[in-house]
């Protein structure tokens, strides 16, 4: 059963950085579509940027610009890396896979995959 695993989480004030890490415990199919959600407490889940098998990058209009999202397919490894956080980034961020091309994916439940989580806290 494939896993992922988050790493990279953790407090920064505000204008700072962190990466995220998420380890996939087996080999991921091509195509693919690889991701981060994230869920602050007492809001909905928000698909924060997702990446295709071929590097196709994908973001929501809240991070555009301030994130970037990698793979290293030989590590079976997506990274996440935040700049310019602000306390409206603190979220618990999971990570997240599809047996899919990112466009191909409609809803959250596409996500065949999701990891345990790891907590982004942003200070002013």
């Known amino acids: 059963q494939e896993r992922l695993v988050e790493s990279g989480g953790g407090s920064v004030q505000s204008g700072g950085s962190l990466t995220l890490s998420c380890a996939a415990s087996?080999?991921?199919?091509?195509?693919?579509?690889m991701g981060w959600f994230r869920q602050a407490p007492g809001e909905g889940r928000e698909e924060v940027a997702t990446i295709d098998s071929d590097g196709t990058a994908y973001y929501s209009i809240s991070v555009k610009g301030r994130f970037t999202i990698s793979q290293d397919n030989a590590k079976n490894t997506v990274y996440l890396q935040m700049d310019s956080l602000k306390p409206g980034d603190t979220a618990m961020y999971y990570c997240?896979?599809?047996?899919?091309?990112?466009?191909?994916?409609?809803?959250?439940?596409?996500?065949?995959?999701w990891g345990q989580g790891t907590q982004v806290t942003v200070s002013s």
């Open positions: 997240v896979a599809a047996p899919l091309r990112c466009r191909g994916v409609r809803s959250a439940r596409d996500y065949t995959h």
């Open positions: 087996a080999y991921i199919s091509t195509p693919h579509c």
